[in-house]
């Protein structure tokens, strides 16, 4: 095709002018959207072609095509990330022309995907489409939820359990007797109850009142509780009544403030629930009550100090805060005057006195045997041959209270798996009680606590030393 004649007529005023002659183009490698609308365009004429050639239109601008996203993207980092620099592939259904097509001006359709360049998923999942197409990735990060999920639930129980402690007494506060007469009779002390009363808060505490001819506390384990941090099993202590505060009150002397009143001791639980419960409920009640003062004991050994005497009579039992008073109790600690220094290298100082108690408990809930009966009976005479630690002592309780049972031990089951199918289950548990309105209690925190914590290697030691 040759070139056009050079034109003679001397252009309109309006009419451009090219500084040099006009080329044509191959016009296919641009998108139609590019190319003026019918309205924009010049009427045809009608009839045969002039001759007289007309000026050309200059050709259009080469345009870089930029690609939009209709959704964000919200895909998580790959595993595999494509190399640096290597040209996005377009999303499947657009009318983009792929990059290679523009090496010869012919349009091909597009090439499949093999991921969308956003993701659908909900970023908090914390999953990408390659872990989609991995079930192990999928499983892993599902598990770590669950944990993480069961984690927080533990906390924000304990949060309100061991919420609003009143801490240290001040020379501000006032304080008010609320009982003439003791409320809890221990076998070392008579508890009256106490508001004591500050600028902006006020707490209900126990005026702890040693009785007459008992014996003389040991000042080390009077020292050591007032030093320990709040714990749900362990009496915590505010300081001392000031003198004259109070007049006119049934003691003398300096008397002690403690944080939680109880409302009985282990002794009149006993007594109490013995003839009212059935074999199978009172086993369990007596698994949960020895699992918290295992816990309490636990905190002992762990500071190197043992209780010389374990008591039932000082043992002491109060409400959990927030739960519901059908709830198991929540035992607490009180008998430090009888904490002394653990001798080196005997860590189950306790098992003997455990084991005791423990047999104690199990024959209130004769005749009748139940499975969980027959593991504490179990782990009764392991306390009394193997002497295992207060840790350990615990480890068992709960692998009796919440499995897993003999049975995964005598086949050699993986111990993983049931950890993993117990949790989600639990945090399904919670959920639908919590959609029906109903507050998780301590038996759901001591669960949630298990769960939180266990390790294959910690749920084996628990059932060798309970079946082995």
Do not use: I
Request: hydrophobic share 40%.
């Amino acid at each position: 095709m040759s070139s056009p004649p050079t034109l003679t007529e001397t252009p309109a005023p309006d009419a451009p002018t090219w500084p040099t002659q006009p080329t044509y183009g191959n016009l296919g490698e641009v998108r139609a959207h590019l190319l003026p609308s019918k309205a924009c365009r010049p009427p045809r004429k009608s009839g045969p072609p002039s001759a007289d050639p007309q000026p050309l239109p200059p050709p259009l601008p080469k345009k870089t095509l930029s690609r939009t996203q209709s959704l964000p993207s919200h895909r998580a980092p790959s595993r595999s990330p494509a190399p640096e620099r290597q040209p996005r592939r377009p999303f499947l259904g657009s009318h983009s022309v792929d990059e290679r097509q523009a090496d010869d001006g012919q349009a091909r359709p597009a090439c499949p995907l093999a991921e969308p360049p956003f993701s659908s998923l909900d970023t908090s999942l914390g999953l990408s489409w390659h872990d989609l197409n991995c079930p192990e990735d999928t499983r892993a990060v599902l598990e770590a939820r669950q944990l993480e999920g069961l984690r927080t639930v533990h906390s924000r129980l304990e949060a309100r359990l061991l919420g609003g402690h009143p801490g240290p007494c001040h020379p501000g506060h006032s304080f008010r007797l609320l009982d003439s007469s003791p409320y809890v009779e221990s076998g070392d002390a008579l508890y009256y109850r106490m508001v004591r009363v500050g600028d902006e808060s006020w707490h209900l505490l126990a005026a702890k009142v040693s009785k007459s001819g008992a014996e003389e506390p040991r000042p080390w384990g009077l020292e050591l509780q007032a030093s320990l941090p709040p714990h749900l099993n362990l009496q915590g202590l505010c300081g001392l009544v000031p003198e004259g505060a109070l007049p006119g009150v049934p003691w003398t002397g300096p008397v002690v403030l403690a944080a939680e009143v109880p409302e009985r001791t282990l002794t009149q639980w006993l007594a109490e629930v013995g003839t009212r419960r059935r074999p199978a409920e009172l086993a369990w009640a007596a698994a949960l009550l020895l699992l918290q003062l295992s816990a309490a004991l636990e905190q002992l050994e762990a500071r190197g100090a043992a209780l010389a005497e374990l008591r039932p009579e000082n043992l002491l039992l109060a409400a959990p805060r927030g739960c519901a008073a059908a709830g198991p109790p929540r035992l607490l600690l009180a008998d430090f005057g009888r904490v002394h220094p653990q001798p080196p290298g005997a860590p189950g100082a306790h098992a003997p006195q455990l084991g005791r108690l423990l047999r104690t408990l199990l024959g209130l809930a004769a005749p009748s045997a139940t499975p969980l009966a027959d593991g504490l009976e179990t782990l009764a005479a392991r306390l009394a041959r193997s002497r295992p630690s207060a840790a350990q002592t615990r480890g068992a309780l709960r692998a009796l209270l919440w499995g897993p049972g003999p049975e995964l031990h005598r086949q050699g089951a993986l111990l993983g798996p049931w950890l993993q199918v117990r949790r989600a289950l639990l945090v399904l548990h919670l959920a639908e009680r919590a959609s029906g309105g109903e507050l998780p209690g301590l038996e759901d925190w001591l669960c949630c606590e298990y769960l939180a914590e266990a390790t294959e290697a910690s749920l084996s030691h628990a059932l060798a030393l309970l079946w082995d």
